[in-house]
């Protein structure tokens, strides 16, 4: 089993950056595929990115060259930097754990941290 816990979110301004981190238990996290998604009010929750064990990593289209997916298998830990953020961007951010399946689908993962507020003003 593994237990997630995110952290980092905040309040930011439109252009700023921010980096949320996600701190894992268990001594099988490597065999993991890693997630971030999020969920912003009123709307469902949708894939951000996702890094494989081995670093290979996946984004969603709207995210590509602002958002940057990083893992550290020694630590248990991934990260995911968000630059030029935008107010669209404000959501509740979910790290999340999957053991196997497509990595951009939310029944993939099994295991989900508390979510991290992350709010971008204009």
């Known amino acids: 089993q593994v237990q997630l816990v995110e952290s980092g979110g905040g309040l930011v301004q439109a252009g700023d950056s921010l980096r949320l981190s996600c701190a894992a238990s268990?001594?099988?996290?490597?065999?993991?595929?890693m997630g971030w998604f999020r969920q912003a009010p009123g709307k469902e929750r949708e894939f951000v990115a996702a890094?494989?064990?081995?670093?290979?990593?996946f984004y969603a289209d709207s995210m590509k060259g602002r958002f940057t997916i990083s893992r550290d298998n020694a630590k248990n830990t991934v990260s995911l930097q968000m630059n030029s953020l935008k107010p669209e961007d404000t959501a509740v951010y979910y790290c999340?754990?999957?053991?196997?399946?497509?990595?951009?689908?939310?029944?993939?993962?099994?295991?989900w941290g508390q979510g991290t507020q992350v709010t971008v003003s204009s």
């Open positions: 999340a754990a999957s053991g196997g399946g497509s990595y951009y689908l939310i029944p993939s993962y099994a295991y």
């Open positions: 890094i494989t064990w081995s670093g290979t990593t």
């Open positions: 268990g001594r099988t996290f490597r065999r993991y595929v």
